[in-house]
């Protein structure tokens, strides 16, 4: 369970994060809004790579605050909105590297790494560099690194992205896998990811969680898009 407490986020005079009391509990949390609403600084926040201006985080009951980071980051899987990789590397070497920074112990390492890339599909293009992957390949790669750890928080921004029509039904389904054991928070631009693979959605706008419940509460007439679209609409009107 993750848990934000009045959680602020400046950068200057811009507030990225405007004041966020939520609970992430276990199960696939959605994060949607539009352009520069905080969804990528929310999961920073929460992958202790960007610290707060103000407010709290908790993982587990256990305050981020005075924590050892290496040993929360143990326990996390990031997948960040853009990723570099390395063209040299193959699929497995990248995400060995990441199984090592993450002290993953060596005797279990091969068997997580093969683990992880059976489980986003690309055992098959294991062995091939990053640079002839596909840009659809290299993100379950770096789906693949995010998990091989089997974290218990989760934490993919815009993983869907590049993906195509197919491979995003398959992401679904993953992360539905992925719920089952682990809180996992997931950004995306697609309405139908949130009403399809979450188990609860946060609407963002301007920094603010303007909704928080089930796709089904937050769809009019059965329409997850439209509620979308209303809820926007209503903290646009009131902000005016
Ligand atoms: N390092 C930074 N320095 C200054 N401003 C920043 C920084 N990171 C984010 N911001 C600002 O904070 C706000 C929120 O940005 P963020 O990247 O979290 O939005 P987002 O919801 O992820 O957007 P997108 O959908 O485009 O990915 C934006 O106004 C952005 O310009
Ligand atoms: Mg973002």
Redesign the pocket.
Known sequence: MIRTIDLT?R??R????DGITAEFPAGVNG?I????????????VLATL?APTSGAVQLDGRPLAGADLREVRRGIGYLP?EFGYYPRYTAREFVEHFAWLKEVPAADLPGAVQGALERVGLADRADEKLRRLSGGMRQRVGIAQAIVNRPAVLLL??PTAGLDPEQRAEFRGLLRELGADSSVVV?T?VVDDVAKACDRVWV?AE?RPVFSGTPEQLAVDGDVEQGYRAVLDSAREEAA
């Open positions: 986020v950068f200057g811009r507030c990225a994060l994060l809004g539009p352009n520069g609403a905080g969804k990528s600084t929310l999961v920073r960007t909105q921004d815009e950004s631009h963002l920094g």
